[in-house]
């Protein structure tokens, strides 16, 4: 697989969350959900932690940690 194939949307560690037909710039489709490649991390407001969360990504991102789904 090429390493500009490598994106979120076809690796083993994203969950799909939410779907948007088109991008503000009028772009094609784009997919929003979590990586699941690590435990959830807390997140804090106004400095009081709150629940712990996977990092939400889009489906065009990529990182080092990615497995093409089968």
Known sequence: ??????T???CVYFYETNRRD???DG???QAIGYCRAN?????????QPK???FPVVLSHM???LFEVKS
């Open 27 to 29: 772009t094609d489709v």
């Open 22 to 24: 088109k991008d503000y």
């Open 1 to 6: 697989m090429e390493a500009n194939q490598e």
């Open 8 to 10: 979120c949307e076809v």
């Open 39 to 47: 435990p959830p991390h807390p997140y804090y407001e106004n400095g």
């Open 62 to 64: 990529w990182c080092g």
């Open 51 to 53: 629940v712990a969360r």
